[in-house]
């Protein structure tokens, strides 16, 4: 069965740069939300679209904006890096109301 | 304070028992509640959801939850050292937001 897809899988960026995350639900999940995991952390609540638009929004820093795509794609772009974004996003998908089901992942190192 | 609370562990238990994991909530409008399973460096992968009173039963795992109290609960029957894990329980509001516990840590022994 299908699963999210993200992608990259690592990223490597230098303070200050941008990073773009790509996310690419389920076929037919209308729903997408966006997690942050630091080291020993569980997972903090980014933002979520329902239908292409913002749905909720949760711990998201000013630097980080986030879009879904008509092909229920979504993308998180984050500038101006600090050493403490460095963690693992998580995208999720669902259908409206039901289970959540997370991608592998990107791991986003700054340095 | 954490909508979504638990006992971070770890917790301890030999092959063959049965592991008890527990979650308490503040918010009485929640709808929905899920159980994850994280391996470390892993994502979350979903085990159990539950939505109404009672128990929910699947495999070696079984989900409760109370309303009342506003706890929910899992316990992992006949554990083994491959249920070693974290397990995050997690509460659905009406927008569809999940809003994670902490997660406990579970440490199966042979």
């Known amino acids: 069965a299908a699963g999210v897809i993200q992608s990259p899988r690592h990223l490597i960026k230098e303070k200050r740069e941008t990073a773009t995350l790509k996310c690419y639900p389920i076929p037919r999940h209308d729903t997408v939300y966006w997690y942050q995991q630091g080291p020993g952390q569980d997972p903090q609540f980014l933002i979520s679209?329902?239908?292409?638009?913002?749905?909720d929004k949760g711990s998201i820093p000013d630097r980080f904006s986030a879009q879904q795509f008509s092909d229920y794609h979504s993308e998180l772009n984050m500038s101006s890096l600090e050493l403490g974004d460095s963690a693992l996003y998580f995208c999720?998908?669902?259908?409206?109301?039901?289970?959540?089901?997370f991608g592998q992942g990107t791991r986003l190192t700054v340095v | 304070q954490k909508e979504v609370e638990q006992n971070s562990g770890p917790l301890s238990v030999p092959e063959g028992a049965i592991a008890s994991l527990n979650c308490t909530y503040s918010?009485?409008?929640?709808?929905?509640f899920f159980w994850y399973r994280q391996y470390s460096g892993k994502s979350p992968e979903l085990i159990m959801s539950?939505?109404?009173?009672g128990d929910k039963e699947d495999g070696r795992f079984t989900a409760q939850l109370n309303k009342a109290s506003q706890y929910v609960s899992l316990l992992i029957r006949d554990s083994q050292p491959s249920d070693s894990a974290t397990y995050l329980c997690a509460e659905g509001n009406a927008g569809n937001m999940l809003t994670f516990g902490g997660g406990t840590r579970l440490m199966v022994k042979p």
């Open positions: 918010d009485r409008v929640s709808q929905s």
């Open positions: 539950i939505y109404s009173n």
């Open positions: 999720a998908s669902s259908p409206i109301g039901g289970e959540a089901f």
């Open positions: 679209f329902y239908e292409k638009m913002q749905s």
